[in-house]
C-alpha cells in the first residue's frame, strides 16, 4: 500500500500562494488516480482535485476552478497541488490520498487520512 506524506502549508495573506506537495513511498503511486481533500475547521473533508494515474487529465472542484492547479511527477512519486489568489475559505487542513470514482460521480478517497499539511489564508 502506497504511503503518502503531506507538506507544503503555511500561512498566507489573502490572494496569495502556496503549493503543496505529496510525497508516495512504495512502488505502487504510478497504479492510482491522485487527489486533494481538505478539511476546513468544523467540517467534514471535502474533495479538492484530482489527476489520473498518467497525469494527462485533471479534475477541480467548482470552488477551486481556476485558482488551484493539481499535477504529478510519476518519477519522483509526488503530487502537487499550486494553488493562487488564496482566499479565506482555503483555510483547512489538505490531505492526499488515492481516488475512485469519475467526474460524473465524483471522487472518494481511498484508505485512511495522513496527518495533512494546514493551510490557513488570511483576509
Known amino acids: 500500500q502506497v504511503q503518502l506524506v503531506e507538506s507544503g502549508g503555511g500561512l498566507v495573506k489573502s490572494g496569495g500562494s502556496l503549493t503543496l506537495s505529496c510525497a508516495a513511498s512504495?512502488?505502487?503511486?504510478?497504479?492510482?488516480?491522485m487527489g486533494w481533500f481538505r478539511q476546513p475547521p468544523g467540517q467534514d473533508h471535502e474533495f479538492v482535485a484530482a489527476?489520473?494515474?498518467?497525469?494527462?487529465?485533471?479534475y477541480y472542484a467548482d470552488s477551486v476552478k481556476g485558482r488551484f492547479t493539481i499535477s504529478r511527477d510519476n518519477a519522483k512519486s509526488t503530487m502537487y497541488l499550486q494553488m493562487n489568489s488564496l482566499k479565506p475559505e482555503d483555510t483547512a487542513v489538505y490531505y492526499c490520498?488515492?481516488?475512485?470514482?469519475?467526474?460524473?460521480?465524483?471522487?472518494?478517497?481511498?484508505?485512511?487520512w495522513g496527518q495533512g499539511t494546514r493551510v490557513t489564508v488570511s483576509s
Open positions: 489527476v489520473s494515474d498518467s497525469g494527462s487529465k485533471t
Open positions: 512504495g512502488p505502487t503511486f504510478t497504479n492510482y488516480h
Open positions: 490520498r488515492p481516488v475512485a470514482g469519475d467526474p460524473k460521480q465524483g471522487y472518494d478517497p481511498v484508505g485512511s
